[in-house]
């Protein structure tokens, strides 16, 4: 199974929503951090889709997550 960038996306304000960034700095939550992560590589790429199988399991128990939740 593949995820798209559009997927990527909600997912990432899927977790945003739950972890929003803190302090003065505003930084990111580190679930966000680990999708937005996946997500410059695949702009950086120009990748359309990524294999989940291809991601670090941080990744993809956060997405696996998501996609339980957003179900």
């Not at 997912?11 to 951090?33: F, H, K, Q």
């Not at 410059?40 to 939740?69: C, H, V």
Request: glycine fraction near 2%; charge should be negative; proline fraction near 6%.
């Amino acid at each position: 199974m593949d995820i798209t960038l559009p997927e990527l996306e909600q997912a990432i304000n899927y977790w945003r929503t739950l972890r929003p960034s803190s302090g003065e700095e505003r930084a990111l939550s580190p679930e966000v951090n680990t999708l937005a992560t996946v997500y410059a590589m695949m702009i950086f790429q120009q990748a359309r889709t990524l294999p989940l199988d291809s991601l670090d399991q941080a990744a993809r128990q956060l997405i696996d997550t998501w996609l339980q939740r957003s179900g």
